[in-house]
Nanobody
Framework: QVQLVESGGGLVQAGGSLRLSCAAS????????MGWFRQAPGKEREFVAG????????YYADSVKGRCTISRDNAKNTVYLQMNSLKSEDTAVYYC??????????????WGQGTQVTVSS
């Protein structure tokens, strides 16, 4: 079992920045690929960014490439998502996921509870 707790969401103006955090507990965090997904109202949950177990490789959806940076600190059992130049279309609930599949970007079995990001235009 892996427990995930997100934080850092909030209300921000378009063009602003937020840093989301996801703290993990339970099984060895460093053994998992980690991903961020988001779900906007009326839409399906979608992949945002992912990172391999060591942090040496990162992956991004085209919609956030160049504006977001995913990173992890295995000593702190935490993964981060730095989001810059936020747009109204980034408004969604953001979820942390453990064990996501790098190849097809499908989510793993462990989810956090989500954190709301609202971007006002």
């Amino acid at each position: 079992q892996v427990q995930l707790v997100e934080s850092g969401g909030g209300l921000v103006q378009a063009g602003g920045s937020l840093r989301l955090s996801c703290a993990a507990s339970g099984r060895t965090f460093s053994g998992y690929t980690m991903g961020w997904f988001r779900q906007a109202p009326g839409k399906e949950r979608e992949f945002v960014a992912g990172i391999n177990w060591s942090g040496s490789r990162t992956y991004y959806a085209d919609s956030v490439k160049g504006r977001c940076t995913i990173s992890r600190d295995n000593a702190k059992n935490t993964v981060y998502l730095q989001m810059n130049s936020l747009k109204s279309e980034d408004t969604a609930v953001y979820y942390c996921n453990a064990g996501y599949n790098i190849g097809d970007r499908s989510p793993g079995r462990y989810w956090g509870q989500g954190t709301q990001v609202t971007v006002s235009s």
